[in-house]
């Protein structure tokens, strides 16, 4: 059995290219256990990642709820969204490192195990203030996942099969998106045990302990470095990231005080010097916390803009919706999931046929994404105006779908077109740079959005002389909303039309190279 072990181990430290690519997945050595293997590691990577994702998509459903309950302020609630995404982006570059040098199977299993500890700790929070420390530790938990799902598909799977997988990675997302603000919805309406919002976290601990229970049975893997970790590097970047989010999220809740502009507008040199810190490491020979050398690359680059603006506008998206729904009409949390359901199932449908489009037209399924997503935006906010305070949600059905289908063909396709070209040993490094790009941009689209938002609604109130926002008033804020997330998402393509252009070029000279 350890020598069976010890000869998997040893395959897995090796380039993808040269062992796995040569065996179709159903037929690499080992017997039928090995033969199963690469399935049931698939199986944990997306559990893994329906856990993580599921999760945000679940608490935006249930963020009136959780206001209501608490008797929180706006801020606040936003607060509980954004503490979550920023613990998850500050560390998850030191989550991807910890894979590398001690093993990505073992950060796993400890980032679901803490993950898993952290839902019940926020279904146990008998107030905001715990609530908000329990997500922190849910983020810093969640760090610890994704960059190792990147990872080991990165490793574990040929580069003629990852388009596929990232396909099956992306529809997870989409899929977790959707059901979770179906899930969302269904336990608040059900309420069991009258737990209230409770049970949207306590959901969260049996799948942990499902996929707990099928971690030992994947293969691990690491690399062979063995250096000193960048702690100040990682230090700096997350004061740096502190200092530019707090602000964004507690400014129009505390009248923008002195302090905190303050604090947003140093944000932009501490980052700096993080960015000369680490050019600093690399040129003494010593392995910086961030590769700075991936941003060399043209691809990387692009890419990372691409997911933020895709990411920052989608968070946007899903808070102002949840308000609109379940506040300004009135609907039920479940109803209000099933509403935005269409929308899942657009992004679901377009990740799973990424893969093949991708082989059909290449990266340029990424600006049929942009344009798609684009208009999504702009005919939703088209629909809103038209339907008004109505019951006629249907209508809205066609421009979801859109925007869902366009999502999906960015973000799926997105993720193996950055990553194709890393080299292993900055795998989990460029792991956790993207998804922490991802993170970024949902907290500062969560941030920025809420202060359009608020200010919209105070603007409407205002202007028919009330002291209360009616429905008309959140619709009207809502299409306003839409209106400039359709303007904003409009540079997808262009950023998209770059991005195919220097990976077909990259892709042309690697040919030359080759002969």
């Known amino acids: 059995m350890s020598n069976s072990s010890g000869c998997q181990g040893r395959m897995l430290t090796m380039p993808p290219v040269f062992k796995t690519a040569a065996l179709p997945l159903s037929r690499q050595p080992g017997g039928n256990t090995d033969r199963a293997r690469p399935h049931l590691t698939l199986t944990v990577l997306l559990l893994s990642t329906f856990l993580t994702v599921a999760n945000i998509f679940i608490v935006n459903v249930a963020t009136p709820s959780i206001q209501l309950a608490l008797n929180a302020s706006f801020s606040d609630v936003q607060f509980i969204i954004t503490s979550y995404t920023l613990a998850f982006a500050v560390t998850l570059i030191i989550g991807g490192r910890l894979g590398d040098r001690f093993g990505r199977k073992r950060i796993l299993l400890l980032g ?39 990872s080991l598909i990165q490793v574990n799977y040929p580069p003629e099969k990852r388009g596929a997988i990232f396909g099956w990675y992306g529809a997870t997302q989409g899929l977790a998106a959707s ?42 893997s690491h690399t062979s470095e063995n250096t000193k970790f960048d702690w100040a590097g990682a230090a700096l970047l997350t004061v740096s990231l502190l200092l530019l989010v707090y602000p964004l999220v507690q400014g129009q809740k505390e009248g923008w005080p002195p302090a905190l502009i ?72 479940l109803k209000a999931g099933v509403v935005i359901l269409p929308m899942g199932i657009g992004y679901f449908l377009a990740s799973l046929l990424s893969s093949k489009t991708t082989g059909k037209i290449g990266p340029h399924v990424l600006a049929i994404g942009s344009i798609l997503t684009a208009s999504g935006y702009l005919l939703l906010s088209y629909s809103v105006s038209m ?49 922490t790009g991802f993170q970024i941009a949902y907290a500062i689209g969560i941030s920025l959005i809420g202060i359009i938002w608020l200010n919209g609604l105070s603007y409407h109130t205002n202007k028919i002389g009330i002291q209360h926002a009616n429905a008309q008033n959140y619709i009207d804020t809502f299409s306003l909303c839409l209106y400039l997330l359709a303007v904003y998402t409009a540079f ?15 892709t042309a000279t690697q040919s030359v190279s080759d002969l």
């Open 179 to 220: 059901t979770g603000q179906i899930i969302g919805g269904l336990l608040l309406q059900v309420n069991p045990w009258g737990l209230d919002w409770k049970t949207i976290f306590f959901f969260n601990v049996p799948v942990g302990l499902f996929i707990l229970c099928l971690i030992p049975f994947i293969h691990e």
């Open 492 to 506: 997808l393509l262009p950023l998209s039309l770059v991005l195919i252009k220097n990976t077909r070029s990259k």
């Open 112 to 150: 679901v195990a803490g993950f898993t500890l952290a839902s019940l700790f926020c279904g146990l929070s008998p107030n905001i203030f715990i609530l908000t420390v329990a997500r922190i530790l849910q983020g810093i938990s969640a760090s610890l996942i994704s960059p190792q799902v990147l």
């Open 262 to 333: 303050f604090g947003l507008i140093l944000s932009f040199p501490v980052l700096a010097t993080f960015v000369w810190y680490e050019k600093r490491v690399q040129r003494n020979k010593r392995v910086p916390f961030m590769q700075m050398d991936l941003f060399r690359q043209r691809v990387f680059t692009v890419g990372m803009l691409v997911a933020f603006v895709l990411m920052s506008s989608q968070a946007a998206f899903f808070l102002i919706t949840a308000y609109l729904l379940q506040i300004g009409l009135s609907f039920s949390a």
């Open 387 to 435: 339907t008004g305070t109505s019951p006629a949600i249907p209508q809205w059905i066609p421009a979801l779908l859109v925007l869902g289908f366009g999502q999906g063909f960015i973000a799926a396709p997105l993720t193996n077109i950055v990553l194709a070209k890393i080299r292993k040993s900055d795998v989990g490094s460029a792991s956790g740079i993207f998804i």
